[in-house]
């Protein structure tokens, strides 16, 4: 049981170019949701989801979708990377009764 | 407006003594306080949590304290050691409109270098 997948670990991308970050999630967790990590800015929410088949905005979702078509799989798509997307990606999840999230390893990403 | 601030930026401390972190909330709105800690190359990870019911929660070295009418709350690690070397990271969080999932809200962070 892995818990949080995310891929890939790393990538370079050229800017203007489309990404998609994937997460995987085995916990059967309803909520899943997606942060960016930059120094010293601490972690913001970008995207979440409170279930399948729903999606809601986090405090900075410019520039990202996502979608949640079944309870396992959260992916995150950047439609035109910018260099200010530079950043590491953590994908997480949530369930049950209790209020903690579990992260993924994170993407780090690099926009050029 | 950051809703949750964090301080000290980075903290050293001598190995066997007491690490503090402080964090200030806004929103009263708030009902759940975890602290996080991440090391390098790795997801953060729960270390302790306490709801604002509580002044205080204890799980071995770890500390949370809380004031609920100052909107404060704090971190405190005895006994810290260099394996306690790490980024910790408050949050803050509230039920997403009754739908089941809660949105973090997290301070900037501290980061913890325990010297031998």
């Known amino acids: 049981i892995a818990g949080i997948t995310q891929a890939p670990t790393s990538q370079i991308l050229a800017a203007g170019r489309r990404m998609t970050l994937r997460c995987t999630q085995d916990?059967?967790?309803?909520?899943m949701y997606w942060y960016r990590q930059d120094l010293g800015l601490g972690l913001r929410l970008i995207h979440y989801s409170n279930t399948a088949g729903t999606t809601g905005k986090g405090e900075v979702p410019d520039g990202y979708s996502v979608s949640r078509a079944n309870t396992d799989d959260f992916p995150l798509t950047l439609a035109s990377a910018v260099p200010s997307q530079t950043s590491v990606y953590f994908c997480a999840s949530s369930g049950g009764e209790a209020n903690e999230q579990f992260f993924g390893p994170g993407t780090r990403l690099t926009v050029l | 407006q950051q809703q949750v601030k964090q301080s000290p930026q980075s903290l050293i401390v001598q190995k066997g003594g007491i690490s503090i972190i402080n964090c200030a909330y806004e929103?009263?709105?708030?009902?759940?306080f975890p602290w996080y800690q991440q090391f390098p190359g790795k997801g953060p990870a729960l270390l302790i949590a306490?709801?604002?019911?509580?002044s205080e929660k204890k799980e071995g070295r770890f500390t949370i304290s809380f004031n609920k009418s100052a909107k404060q709350f704090s971190l405190h690690i005895m006994d810290s050691q260099p394996g306690d070397s790490a980024t910790y990271f408050c949050a803050a969080s509230m039920e997403n409109s009754g739908a089941g999932s809660y949105q973090l809200t997290f301070g900037k962070g501290t980061k913890l270098s325990v010297i031998p």
């Open positions: 306490i709801r604002p019911d509580v």
């Open positions: 929103n009263t709105a708030f009902d759940y």
């Open positions: 916990m059967r967790h309803n909520a």
